[in-house]
């Protein structure tokens, strides 16, 4: 599945073209970090002196302050210091994506803060990975739209939280990513594999730092090409350097994809399961799969 040189990829996902140091997360100060924290209900009005405090006696930044006295844990902290080092949420009623891509708008709902306990259990399984050009999967099994949800929500969360990052819908029998981001599925993983694209497809979202490789035009041949190799070599040869990749597959009843062939090389992968509906023995053919080709699994997430 090697695919031919990427060198016409747009500048803005090269290595260091488009100013893609400016994209990584950094704190500005303990100022704008509290007014964050407070105006997102991570902490209330009251406990700001006493972070302060703490932080200015300790010699800590102000995140680093208010999780070694408890106020904060270490995922809220490093949301709220990306907040602070420049990521922008979209307004409510944004129409360029959709409204289910819930951590674009409200990093403080539930929903939000679900993905980034993913996201944990992600990086901690890929460990050994490369932290700034990780490869990660969404692997749905009967998740249905829910999965694809999922993994919109979680590129979200990555490129606001690690920086520069690409999603690729690998879903060709149903592609959904496209609809999601509102971006139009004309040219993408299809055309990739098959040779046709000249130049590397895939469209920047509304939110900044994430980029989408739609599903494509799928015919059978290209659907074909998924199964032959490991899409982490298919990655490797886009020469995409600091962005990390996120892959959403999905299997369907019936069906017997060897992903354990297809994601040989990957850091992590997430499964996404629907109660009641996930037959037992699909799930653990899969996991067997993946088990033998070495791929960490950082967990089942019941949709």
Request: aromatic share 4%.
């Given at each position: 599945?090697?695919?031919?040189?990427?060198?016409?990829?747009?500048?803005?996902?090269?290595?260091?073209?488009?100013?893609?140091?400016?994209?990584?997360?950094?704190?500005?100060?303990?100022?704008?970090?509290?007014?964050?924290?407070?105006?997102?209900?991570?902490?209330?009005?009251?406990d700001?002196?006493?972070?302060?405090?703490?932080?200015?006696?300790?010699?800590?930044?102000f995140?680093?302050a208010?999780?070694?006295?408890?106020?904060?844990?270490?995922?809220?902290?490093?949301l709220l210091?990306?907040?602070?080092?420049?990521?922008?949420?979209?307004?409510?009623?944004?129409?360029?994506?959709?409204?289910?891509?819930?951590?674009?708008?409200?990093?403080?709902?539930?929903?939000?803060?679900?993905?980034?306990?993913?996201?944990?259990?992600?990086?901690?399984?890929?460990?050994?990975?490369?932290?700034?050009?990780?490869?990660?999967?969404?692997?749905?099994?009967?998740?249905?739209?829910?999965?694809?949800?999922?993994?919109?929500?979680?590129?979200?969360?990555?490129?606001?939280?690690?920086?520069?990052?690409?999603?690729?819908?690998?879903?060709?029998?149903?592609?959904?990513?496209?609809?999601?981001?509102?971006?139009?599925?004309?040219?993408?993983?299809?055309?990739?594999?098959?040779?046709?694209?000249?130049?590397?497809?895939?469209?920047?979202?509304?939110?900044?730092?994430?980029?989408?490789?739609?599903?494509?035009?799928?015919?059978g041949?290209?659907s074909?090409?998924?199964?032959?190799?490991?899409?982490?070599?298919?990655?490797?040869?886009?020469?995409?350097?600091?962005t990390?990749?996120?892959?959403?597959?999905?299997?369907?009843?019936?069906?017997?994809?060897?992903?354990?062939?297809?994601?040989?090389?990957f850091?992590?992968?997430?499964?996404?399961?629907?109660r009641?509906?996930?037959?037992?023995?699909d799930?653990?053919?899969?996991?067997?799969?993946?088990?033998?080709?070495?791929?960490?699994?950082?967990?089942?997430?019941?949709?």
């Open positions: 599945m090697r695919l031919r040189s990427t060198a016409g990829a747009p500048p803005h996902m090269m290595p260091g073209g488009g100013g893609t140091a400016a994209l990584r997360p950094r704190v500005r100060d303990n100022h704008s970090f509290a007014k964050l924290a407070v105006d997102h209900g991570f902490l209330a009005e009251s700001v002196n006493r972070v302060d405090v703490h932080s200015r006696t300790q010699g800590l930044p995140h680093e208010a999780v070694e006295l408890g106020m904060l844990d270490s995922e809220a902290a490093g210091a990306a907040l602070a080092g420049g990521f922008s949420l979209l307004p409510a009623g944004d129409q360029r994506i959709d409204p289910l891509v819930v951590a674009a708008f409200d990093p403080t709902s539930p929903y939000a803060a679900k993905i980034r306990t993913v996201r944990a259990k992600l990086k901690a399984a890929s460990k050994a990975g490369d932290p700034s050009s990780l490869r990660l999967a969404v692997l749905s099994v009967d998740g249905g739209d829910e999965a694809a949800t999922m993994a919109a929500n979680l590129a979200v969360v990555l490129a606001q939280m690690d920086g520069p990052t690409m999603l690729i819908d690998v879903d060709m029998g149903n592609p959904s990513l496209d609809r999601l981001f509102r971006v139009a599925n004309k040219s993408g993983l299809a055309e990739q594999l098959m040779g046709s694209a000249a130049l590397l497809p895939a469209a920047k979202t509304a939110i900044e730092g994430l980029w989408l490789m739609t599903a494509g035009r799928a015919s041949s290209a074909s090409m998924i199964t032959r190799g490991p899409l982490a070599e298919t990655a490797n040869g886009w020469g995409l350097k600091e990390s990749m996120l892959f959403y597959l999905a299997e369907r009843k019936g069906e017997q994809t060897p992903f354990g062939s297809i994601l040989a090389g850091d992590a992968v997430a499964i996404v399961a629907r009641g509906g996930t037959v037992i023995a799930m653990r053919r899969i996991i067997d799969d993946l088990d033998r080709q070495g791929v960490p699994i950082a967990g089942t997430v019941i949709a």
